[in-house]
């Protein structure tokens, strides 16, 4: 079966953990597609596999078993060097802490990621993008919680990912400072296309997605399509 617009595509993962006294099973079976240019918000209770689920999808960790596409690239197969290069070549990942580097500037820390990219973005450019355009040469400690997590998403967006990977973007900011950094994921999604995947707890965020995925208990137990989406500033926290 074709699918032309599938970025990532699972066939039936299964994740288990064995922590030698106990199996977890962190997934059971998922199978799903996310496509390019879509946004999807990914629902789920603590331990419903999400974060896992997100991890495979971005090379990050393999399944026990199961497959999963990237176009029409077995990435299951890959030897860990070339989960390497995918990760670095194609995903973009943006982690609840924003993993910036202190002594560095918001310039210098997306210049970390140029400086290996294939056909980056300028530093400035991935900046401006996010809204930063004015806060260049800070350092983290002179921004806050919220313009950190939009320096960190700029460091993702400025090697042209064709794939945003987001685990819990907004969970340390207040409600401000967390429609700031989805309107710049909402941007980031329309201007570059870039498939998006966002992990939250936030029940209210399912609104901006264009499809809503609700794990429980590592299965995939139902898909929500938006008919209308919300802006970011629309979202009742």
């Known amino acids: 079966m074709s ?6 595509r699972t066939e039936g993962i299964t994740k288990v953990y064995d922590t030698g006294a106990v199996q977890v099973h962190a997934l059971r079976g998922v199978d799903l597609a996310l496509n390019e240019g879509e946004l999807v918000v990914l629902l789920g209770a603590s331990g419903s596999g999400k974060s896992t689920l997100l991890n495979i999808l971005g090379g990050l960790d393999r399944p026990t078993a199961g497959r999963v596409f990237f176009r029409e690239r077995e990435l299951t197969r890959a030897s860990e060097a070339e989960l390497t290069r995918f990760r670095r070549d194609h995903v973009g990942f943006v982690f609840q802490f924003y993993n910036l580097v202190p002594s560095l500037t918001a310039r210098e820390n997306v210049a970390l990621v140029t400086e290996i990219a294939r056909a980056p973005l300028r530093p400035e450019e991935a900046l401006a993008r996010v809204g930063l355009a004015h806060r260049l040469d800070h350092f983290p400690a002179e921004l806050s919680g919220g313009e950190q997590q939009r320096v960190a998403i700029a460091r993702a967006i400025a090697k042209r990912p064709e794939v945003l990977l987001c685990d819990e973007p ?6 401000a400072a967390g429609v700031q950094v989805l309107e710049a994921l909402v941007a980031v999604n329309e201007e570059m296309g870039a498939a998006t995947a966002i992990i939250t707890h936030n029940q209210a965020t399912r609104r901006i997605a264009h499809r809503v995925l609700v794990l429980a208990d590592g299965r995939l137990v139902r898909e929500e399509v938006n008919d209308t989406r919300l802006a970011p500033a629309e979202v009742h926290w």
């Open 3 to 8: 699918h032309p617009r599938a970025v990532f």
């Open 170 to 175: 907004t969970g340390a900011l207040d409600s």
